[in-house]
């Protein structure tokens, strides 16, 4: 079955960088791409970006433009999100979502990681 | 940027009955790709709904997408004990990607 297995709990402090890694498996990674999202405790769900498994191209949210990285590994079927100059509100569940087999497919969203805490606190 | 606004915020009712939520979008967007998804306290999302109306794999069938252009609807037939929870709406036809704000659905 399909599955995207997160990285664990991370705590930084502020002004640091995270990294969260997704690893896929019971799909061709190369077929899909991987969304990002978060949800800050309490709060709705944010879109951040998202990453092509086919050709590794990118499309980023404007409010993380330039302090997110989003890349890919076919040879282990990972996806990884970096976020710099990490802030408090910050501080949110991380979830990489599969996405279709373009970025505008009629089936989006269809299985999501466990999601990562992220804790950013001084 | 397309703002979606989901109402109402919180639906009390009792299981059997009907649940219809709301999705309002601020602009039209490709293909009426909106989704739906429910998530429960401590789980992911889960998707239910897809390009407003088709069901995702393992969907129940009591669970309908409708709608078109800037309004969508979220009806749940008879409500059932494991549907108390968040529903989210997104258009994914626009970047950026955007998600409404959540009704919850709570047992009254």
């Known amino acids: 079955q399909i599955q995207l297995v997160q990285s664990g709990t991370e705590v930084k402090k502020p002004g640091a960088s995270v990294k969260v890694s997704c690893k896929t498996s019971g799909y061709s990674f190369t077929g899909y791409g991987v969304n990002w999202v978060r949800q800050a405790p309490g709060q709705g769900l944010e879109w951040m970006g998202w990453i092509s498994g086919y050709n590794r191209n990118t499309k980023y949210a404007e409010n993380f433009q330039g302090r997110v990285t989003l890349t890919a590994d076919t040879s282990t079927s990972t996806a990884y999100m970096e976020l710099r100059s990490l802030r408090s509100d910050d501080t949110a569940v991380y979830y990489c979502?599969?996405?279709?087999?373009?970025?505008?497919?009629?089936?989006?969203?269809?299985?999501w990681g466990q999601g990562t805490l992220v804790t950013v606190s001084s | 940027e397309i703002v979606l606004t989901q109402s109402p915020g919180t639906l009390s009712l009792s299981p059997g009955e009907r649940a219809t939520l709301s999705c309002r979008a601020s602009q039209t967007f490709s293909s009426n790709y909106l989704a739906w998804f429910q998530q429960k306290p401590g789980q992911a999302p889960r998707l239910l709904i897809y390009a407003a109306s088709a069901r995702d794999s393992d969907i129940p069938d009591r669970f309908i997408g409708s709608g078109s252009g800037t309004d969508f609807t979220l009806t749940i037939s008879r409500l059932e004990p494991e549907d108390f929870a968040v529903y989210y709406c997104q258009q994914y036809g626009s970047s950026p990607l955007t998600f409404g704000g959540g009704t919850r659905v709570e047992i009254k």
């Open positions: 979502v599969r996405g279709g087999g373009s970025f505008y497919s009629k089936r989006n969203f269809d299985s």
